[in-house]
């Protein structure tokens, strides 16, 4: 299964405000009080999640209703890739995978609702960019950027493509690199306790799944 490098542009929140969650992992319940402390507004606020909605948790068929909400946004994570490769695309391996971390919740969903999960997700995009309220290019990609500038996205190869998914060594070296042609990035996947900024990449994943708070960050 091939996953295409693409990028969606929002356009700038002149009516409200946005939020980046890191990893849901069908912690949709936890997400909606936390954004309710924040006197979250639909008609006007927006969220942006940093992809996994899925698995995990309790909530995975919530975590996807999401999805077609107006002010819900959100990248691929792995987990996504996962459920589309093993599921509707028949990769053993994946869908082994896919059901050893958390998607065993498949089992008990209605088999009528996977094709419009299967839509949603495969028009997921790889990227979002979105300019915040203090002006700067935000760019949020689940795992990694592993290039050298914002451009060369739409270049992505596949293997690229898996590393922007899965890969976690810019995170886990501590690199300082700066990803040139964007303000800053935002990555989930690897935990961190609180908020981590690594060069231009923030990091803010804490790990809803094992009891923590989600890091929502206003951009």
């Given at each position: ?7 969606l542009?929002?356009d700038?929140?002149t009516?409200g405000?946005?939020f ?11 997400l909606?009080?936390q ?5 979250f507004?639909p008609?006007?606020d927006r969220?942006?999640?940093v992809g996994d ?11 996807l209703?999401l ?14 890739y996962?459920?589309l490769?093993?599921l ?13 971390h958390?998607?065993?919740w ?9 094709a ?7 028009a997921?995009p790889l990227?979002?960019e ?19 500038h914002w451009?060369?996205?739409e270049?992505?190869t ?7 998914l899965w890969?976690?060594?810019h995170?886990e070296?501590?690199?300082?690199h ?23 990449r ?11 708070d ?5 951009i």
């Open positions: 299964m091939n996953i295409k490098a693409s990028l542009k929002l700038k929140n009516l405000r946005d980046v969650i890191g990893d849901m992992h069908g912690h949709v319940s936890q909606m009080s954004l309710e402390g924040l006197n507004n008609l006007h969220v942006i999640c909605l899925i698995d995990r948790g309790p909530e995975s068929e919530q975590a209703d999805l077609d909400e107006p002010w819900f946004f959100a990248v691929l994570g792995n987990h996504e996962l459920m490769s093993g509707k695309y028949g990769n053993s391996r994946d869908k082994m995978l896919w059901l050893q958390g998607g065993d498949i089992t008990r969903a209605d088999r009528s609702r996977w419009h999960w299967f839509e949603q997700l495969e997921l990227a979002i979105v300019v915040g309220h203090d002006g700067k290019r935000y760019g949020i990609i689940h795992a990694d950027y592993p290039h050298a451009d060369e996205l270049y992505f596949p293997e690229l493509v898996q590393k922007s890969s976690r060594r995170f070296a501590r690199a300082n700066v990803v040139k042609g964007i303000d800053y990035l935002i990555h989930g996947h690897s935990i961190s306790d609180g908020e981590l900024l690594l060069g231009n923030f990091y803010i994943e804490p790990g809803a799944y094992l009891g923590n989600f890091i929502i960050k206003q």
